[in-house]
C-alpha cells in the first residue's frame, strides 16, 4: 500500500457475536464505509438477498475462482466456503476509501500475511455463555450447526494476540464507535 491508499480494516470474530450488527451501525452512521461482499456457498438465509449480503456461488464457480486467484482470501467455516473477492478492495484502497472486510480468522490470518498494512480487529463478547446465548437465540441455525460455530468461537477466541485491537461488544453503540475510531474514517 501507498501513503495515498485507503486504509483496509479485518473486522473478525465468532458467529454470533455481533459482526453484523456493528457493521450495519458503522454503516448508517458513516455511509462511506465500503464493506466487502463476500462470496459464499451457502444458501441464503431468510431475507438475504444476492449480491447485498454475499454473492451466492456454487462450488464450482467458488473453485474457479480460487484457481484464477480472483480471491484475496477464503476459507471453509462450518461446512460452506466463503472468499473476498480481490479486484473490488484493490479499487477501493487505490480510490482512498476506507475499506471493510468481515471476515472469520483463517481469512484474516491470509490478509495479515499478504497485506501487511491491514489493520485486523476482534470483536468478543462479554463472555462465552453470552456468545452461546446469542447464537442459540438468533435461530438461523440447527443445533448441529449452533455446536459446530461455537466450537470454532472457542478458536477463534483465542486467538485474541493475532489481531491488532480486541473490541469487547457489550454495548453496540460503544463497539461500533471504537471501530470507526479505528478506522480514521475521513468526516
Ligand atoms: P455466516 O454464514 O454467518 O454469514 O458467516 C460465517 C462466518 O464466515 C462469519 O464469521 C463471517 O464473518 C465469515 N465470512 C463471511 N465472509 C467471509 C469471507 O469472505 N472470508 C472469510 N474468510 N470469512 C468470511
Not at 59 to 88: C, I, K, W
Not at 154 to 165: G, M, Q, Y
Amino acid at each position: 500500500m501507498t501513503g495515498a491508499d485507503g486504509r483496509l480494516t479485518v473486522l473478525s470474530g465468532p458467529s454470533g457475536v455481533g459482526k453484523g450488527s456493528v457493521v450495519s451501525l458503522v454503516r448508517r452512521r458513516h455511509p462511506q464505509v465500503w464493506l466487502s461482499v463476500s462470496v459464499t456457498t451457502r444458501t441464503p438465509r431468510q431475507g438475504e438477498v444476492d449480491g447485498v449480503e454475499y454473492h451466492f456461488i456454487d462450488e464450482a464457480e467458488f473453485e474457479r475462482m480460487v484457481t484464477a486467484d480472483e480471491l484475496l482470501e477464503h476459507a471453509s467455516y462450518a461446512g460452506n466456503r466463503y472468499g473476498t473477492p480481490r479486484r473490488p478492495v484493490q479499487e477501493r484502497l487505490a480510490a482512498g476509501t476506507p475499506a471493510l472486510l468481515e471476515i472469520e480468522l483463517q481469512g484474516a490470518r491470509q490478509v495479515r500475511a499478504t497485506m501487511p498494512g491491514a489493520q485486523l480487529v476482534l470483536l468478543v463478547p462479554p463472555s462465552f455463555d453470552e456468545l452461546a446465548r446469542r447464537l442459540t437465540g438468533r435461530g438461523t441455525e440447527d443445533s448441529g450447526r449452533v455446536h459446530r460455530r461455537l466450537d470454532r468461537a472457542r478458536i477463534e477466541l483465542a486467538a485474541e494476540d493475532e489481531f491488532d485491537v480486541v473490541i469487547v461488544n457489550d454495548e453496540l453503540e460503544r463497539a461500533a464507535d471504537r471501530l470507526v475510531a479505528l478506522m480514521q474514517i475521513p468526516p
